[in-house]
């Protein structure tokens, strides 16, 4: 199971972009909906889903958010067919970042934002075919502009006890002005496939809340080492979520609580939703005193 998962923050349109996205993409589903009453958001919605065999998670819980290019998702495409029909259907009521065309890094690309405002890179990767076909990709840009290999280092110190293997870099591409040349860093953590860059023009897509990356962990410890390590903005501590030294937000839930709202009762998911909610930090015990009602 995958420790680290992309989440998706919406208004009111988690479950239908959701759908849109599992029927693009073959081994995809939307596994569960949830509705948490009583939110600061009022009732949201929550939505797992399934793209190409990998684990997403999405919200609707009001429009205090905006998915920006900050954070894409690359593709990586067999064939130019491939690309060719993704871009069709991201692209329809989106609008492109890079046409589709053929660059030094691929003969057959794009970059397209979705009508959800979900940026993707659709990709044609000659050779082997990548173990995983969906990269969550970090662009930083702004007041994090120059810090990609800075912030990769740091998140590589943060799992280095799970599994983070070395960067890989790429030759340097044209991703701005002529002076303005950015290598593009591979890297793994907990075994999971990530990239990022710095941005090469002036643009600034700040990160925020909209694309969180949620770990998952198992024990109070794992919770607390993680939250110590990440979690450098404390105005931004809510509910799990936190926000690292670069404007990245995490959320570092523990696996029991996903188990309690798949099986309780709606009493039971309702007293962890409300023991939850005024926490920073998440407390396994007080969940489970909660969910037992204790």
């Known amino acids: 199971m995958k420790q680290i998962v992309p989440h998706l923050w919406f208004d009111k349109e988690a479950k239908e972009?959701?759908?849109?996205?599992?029927?693009?993409f073959p081994d995809s589903r939307i596994l569960s909906t949830q509705i948490l009453q009583d939110t600061p958001s009022g009732d949201a919605e929550t939505v797992s889903f399934l793209l190409a065999g990998q684990p997403f998670e999405s919200i609707s819980a009001g429009p205090y958010f905006?998915?920006?290019?900050?954070?894409?998702l690359i593709v990586a495409c067999r064939t130019a067919e491939e690309v060719d029909a993704l871009y069709k259907a991201l692209s329809d009521g989106g609008a492109d970042l890079m046409p589709l065309g053929a660059y030094p890094f691929s003969p057959h690309y794009a970059w397209v934002q979705d009508r959800y405002g979900l940026t993707w890179q659709l990709m044609l990767v000659e050779g082997a075919p990548p173990a995983q076909k969906i990269?969550?990709?970090?662009?930083?840009?702004?007041?994090?502009k120059g810090k990609a290999a800075q912030a990769v280092h740091f998140y590589q110190d943060v799992f280095r006890d799970a599994g983070s293997e070395q960067v890989q870099q790429d030759a340097a591409i044209e991703s701005g002005p002529q002076d303005s040349k950015a290598a593009l860093l591979h890297f793994r953590l907990l075994g999971q496939p990530f990239s990022a860059m710095n941005h090469g023009f002036d643009a600034?897509?700040?990160?925020?809340e909209a694309f969180s990356l949620i770990v998952y962990c198992d024990t109070q410890a794992e919770i607390d080492q993680y939250?110590?390590?990440?979690?450098?903005?404390?105005?931004?501590e809510a509910c799990g979520w936190l926000k690292d030294p670069f404007g990245?937000?995490?959320?570092?839930?523990?696996?029991?609580?996903?188990?309690?709202m798949a099986t309780g009762t709606d009493e039971q998911i309702q007293r962890v939703v409300?023991?939850?909610?005024?926490?920073?930090?998440f407390d396994i015990a007080a969940?489970?005193?909660?969910?037992?009602n204790a």
């Open 274 to 281: 409300q023991a939850f909610l005024p926490m920073k930090k």
């Open 248 to 260: 990245v937000s995490w959320q570092i839930v523990p696996r029991r609580m996903g188990e309690m």
């Open 135 to 144: 990269t969550p990709h970090l662009l930083f840009s702004g007041a994090a």
């Open 227 to 236: 939250w110590e390590k990440l979690s450098h903005v404390p105005e931004a």
């Open 17 to 24: 972009a959701a759908e849109f996205y599992t029927g693009l």
């Open 204 to 208: 600034d897509f700040t990160f925020n």
């Open 287 to 292: 969940l489970e005193q909660a969910f037992a």
């Open 66 to 72: 905006s998915l920006n290019p900050s954070i894409s």
